[in-house]
């Protein structure tokens, strides 16, 4: 049975995959970045208490560190997908798309995803710790469930982890000729949300 003309092409199951891994990452992404409307709003609060009525209190200060830590932590990936980060691109923007393809199966294969690795395993053992200790802030009328921050060092690069192999699909997929030379990884997901 053919395809109607104006239907969106088939895509391979792994672009599909990569579409997928991307739209979760974008997804996180996109909601972790309403925490930094929180986290203007919280400092905000914390400067009128101190300074407008002298007073202060400890769990809304460190949320402000928790809220950073979740931005930064769980967006890495969506960043990733939208080739945000910063790097020395000297050569890779000068790159055709298609050796940009090799760069990004490269880079991701031997240093995106052992380094992600490394980071899960190394943090594994100060997660579980602070799992086994019910880990809370060491301050008076701190914030609870410390070990729930830490998490986040898992989750981290799980999520990166995801991205590289959105990455790898799609370039894999470009490098074979199963997908335009100028498709990105971030944009086999362009209709993400």
């Known amino acids: 049975m053919a395809q109607p003309e104006d239907s969106p092409p088939v895509l391979p199951p792994p672009a599909r995959w990569a579409r997928a891994l991307s739209r979760l990452n974008a997804w996180v992404g996109r909601t972790v970045a309403w925490a930094t409307l929180l986290m203007v709003l919280v400092t905000f609060t914390v400067v009128l208490l101190r300074y407008g009525f002298n007073m202060g209190f400890i769990a809304m200060q460190e949320s402000i560190t928790w809220l950073h830590a979740m931005v930064f932590l769980l967006g890495a990936a969506w960043t990733l997908g939208e080739d945000g980060h910063v790097r020395v691109d000297i050569f890779y923007r000068r790159m055709s798309p298609r050796r940009r393809h090799w760069v990004d199966l490269l880079g991701s294969l031997f240093l995106l995803m052992p380094m992600s690795l490394f980071i899960l395993v190394v943090s594994w053992d100060y997660v579980a710790a602070s799992w086994a200790l019910d880990e809370a802030s060491p301050e008076a009328g701190g914030l609870p469930g410390v070990w729930l921050l830490k998490t986040l060092l898992l989750v981290m690069p799980l999520l ?34």
């Open 160 to 193: 990166v982890l995801l991205q590289g192999l959105a990455q790898v699909f799609t370039s894999v997929l470009v490098l074979r000729g199963r997908l335009p030379a100028e498709e990105r990884h971030h944009e086999v997901s362009e209709e993400v949300i």
